[in-house]
C-alpha cells in the first residue's frame, strides 16, 4: 500500500506563489507515475501535473501550463508541485496520487493510490 501525505498548502493572494510537497511512504519508482490534481466542492477532480518516475516526463493541464512546475526528488521519495502567478480559480483542494500502471494521463479515474489532500486558497 502506497501512502501519501502532502503539505505546503495555505491562503495566499492573486499573483504569489506555493509550493506543496507530497511524501510517499515508497521508493518513488516502485509506481510508474506520480501526480498532482485538484478538486472543488461541487465539481470532479482535475488533473493538474503529472510526472513519470522514471523518466521523468511531465504533463500538465491547460489551465496551469507555464506557471506551474512539478518535480520529484526521489532520494527523499517526494514530488513537489511548484504553483506560481495564482489565480482565484486555483482555490481547491490539493491531492497527490500515484499511478501503478504505465501512462500518466491526467485523468484521475485512472490512479489507484490518493493522499488526503491539502487546501489551497487564491484570493483576489
Known amino acids: 500500500q502506497v501512502r501519501l501525505v502532502e503539505s505546503g498548502g495555505d491562503s495566499v493572494q492573486a499573483g504569489g506563489s506555493l509550493r506543496l510537497s507530497c511524501a510517499a511512504s515508497?521508493?518513488?519508482?516502485?509506481?510508474?507515475?506520480l501526480g498532482w490534481f485538484r478538486q472543488v466542492p461541487g465539481k470532479e477532480r482535475e488533473g493538474v501535473a503529472t510526472?513519470?518516475?522514471?523518466?521523468?516526463?511531465?504533463y500538465y493541464a491547460a489551465s496551469v501550463k507555464g506557471r506551474f512546475t512539478i518535480s520529484q526528488d526521489n532520494a527523499k521519495n517526494t514530488v513537489y508541485l511548484q504553483m506560481n502567478s495564482l489565480k482565484p480559480e486555483d482555490t481547491a483542494m490539493y491531492y497527490c496520487?500515484?499511478?501503478?500502471?504505465?501512462?500518466?494521463?491526467?485523468?484521475?479515474?485512472?490512479?489507484?493510490?490518493w493522499g488526503q489532500g491539502t487546501q489551497v486558497t487564491v484570493s483576489s
Open positions: 496520487a500515484a499511478r501503478d500502471q504505465f501512462g500518466c494521463a491526467l485523468d484521475p479515474r485512472t490512479w489507484n493510490h
Open positions: 515508497v521508493i518513488t519508482y516502485t509506481v510508474n507515475c
Open positions: 510526472i513519470g518516475t522514471r523518466g521523468g516526463s511531465t
